[in-house]
Nanobody, 127 residues
Framework: QVHLVESGGGLVQAGGSLRLSCSTS????????AGWFRQAPGKEREFVAA????????YAADSVWGRFTASRDNTKNTVYLEMTSLKPEDTAVYYC????????????????????WGQGTQVTVSS
């Protein structure tokens, strides 16, 4: 079992930055690719960014490309989402998830290949 705990959310003004963290205990996080997803009120869950098990490959959704970056420190069993140039439309609950596979497939970005999910952390961007 992989228990994921997100932290770092909060209220920030537009144009500001936040860094989310996702940590786990128990199984070694380096065995899992990590993804970040978000869900705004009344909207579907949306893929944000992901990072491979080794950390060598990262990618992000078009909506956050160039502003958000996933990273990880496998020595600390932690993955991060660095968010810059935040916009009010980035307001959502952000979830960390772990997948046993490295992928960029449609099913991966839809969350279907993730076995474990965190409880989420709220990010609110004021205009």
């Amino acid at each position: 079992q992989v228990h994921l705990v997100e932290s770092g959310g909060g209220l920030v003004q537009a144009g500001g930055s936040l860094r989310l963290s996702c940590s786990t205990s128990g199984r070694i996080f380096s065995n899992y690719a990590a993804g970040w997803f978000r869900q705004a009120p009344g909207k579907e869950r949306e893929f944000v960014a992901a990072i491979s098990r080794s950390g060598h490959d990262t990618y992000a959704a078009d909506s956050v490309w160039g502003r958000f970056t996933a990273s990880r420190d496998n020595t600390k069993n932690t993955v991060y989402l660095e968010m810059t140039s935040l916009k009010p439309e980035d307001t959502a609950v952000y979830y960390c998830a772990a997948s046993p596979v490295d992928s960029q497939s449609y099913y991966f970005t839809q969350g279907f290949e993730f076995d474990y999910w965190g409880q989420g952390t709220q990010v609110t961007v004021s205009s």
